[in-house]
């Protein structure tokens, strides 16, 4: 079966740090970009990193940038997601996901993903 399936999702304090996880089965995952998104309450899902086969190529959503990092082990077929300094604007359930394409796109488009995890929950609260 082709999935994706995320974890590590929790409850943290602003400033806190958590790593999500993406494993990925039934699929040849060392061929595609993976991309994690959020979703939070009465808002649009949208595009927060995203990292490229090879893993030497990423992206960043503005907001995120300095404080998240992406990286993959593709002999684990994992794409990590490393949260740090969370504040409360980043409280969302989180999906990775992939187009079945080798690179980022400059901005990743929901719309564009063929496959999609059923998401972690992160919340930030004190």
């Known amino acids: 079966q082709v999935q994706l399936v995320e974890s590590g999702g929790g409850l943290v304090q602003p400033g806190g740090s958590l790593r999500l996880s993406c494993v990925a089965s039934?699929?040849?995952?060392?061929?595609?970009?993976i991309g994690w998104f959020r979703q939070a309450p009465g808002k649009e899902r949208e595009g927060v990193s995203c990292i490229s086969m090879s893993g030497d190529s990423t992206y960043y959503k503005d907001s995120v940038q300095g404080r998240f990092t992406i990286s993959r082990d593709n002999a684990k077929d994992t794409v990590y997601l490393q949260m740090n300094n969370l504040k409360p604007e980043d409280p969302a359930v989180y999906y990775c996901?992939?187009?079945?394409?080798?690179?980022?796109?400059?901005?990743?488009?929901?719309?564009?993903?063929?496959?999609w995890g059923k998401g972690t929950l992160v919340t930030v609260s004190s």
């Open positions: 996901a992939t187009d079945l394409l080798d690179y980022c796109s400059e901005s990743p488009s929901t719309s564009a993903m063929d496959l």
């Open positions: 039934g699929l040849a995952f060392d061929l595609y970009a």
